[in-house]
Nanobody, 122 residues
Framework: QVLVAESGGGVVQAGASLRLSCAAS????????MGWFRQAPGKEREFVAS????????YYADSVKGRFNISRDNAKNQLYLQMNTLKREDTAVYYC???????????????WGQGTQVPVSS
């Protein structure tokens, strides 16, 4: 199974940009679709973005479309989330996960990481 570790979070001001990274190991990252999810305080975890195994196709939640960009580097076993024009409502703990299908946001498998916090201040 794919093991993941998220990093890159930190306090940012509204309007700023931040890039999150997800280091994968222990499985078949290079042949797995991957996704980013987030959980805001007091809310359930929600889908943010996903990408197919080779990086040709992506899928975004409406709330981040046009502001966030998901990418991957299979040679480095890394997944990225470039977040631009951050808003206070983007404040959450961000997680990455392997997916059976990048278009099915409920098809996650494997072990969830600890996540990385992104507090956005006004």
């Amino acid at each position: 199974q794919v093991l993941v570790a998220e990093s890159g979070g930190g306090v940012v001001q509204a309007g700023a940009s931040l890039r999150l990274s997800c280091a994968a190991s222990g499985g078949t990252f290079e042949t797995s679709d991957m996704g980013w999810f987030r959980q805001a305080p007091g809310k359930e975890r929600e889908f943010v973005a996903s990408i197919n195994w080779i990086g040709e196709h992506t899928y975004y939640a409406d709330s981040v479309k046009g502001r966030f960009n998901i990418s991957r580097d299979n040679a480095k076993n890394q997944l990225y989330l470039q977040m631009n024009t951050l808003k206070r409502e983007d404040t959450a703990v961000y997680y990455c996960a392997a997916l059976y299908n990048y278009t099915d946001v409920h098809s996650d498998f494997g072990t969830w990481g600890q996540g990385t916090q992104v507090p956005v201040s006004s």
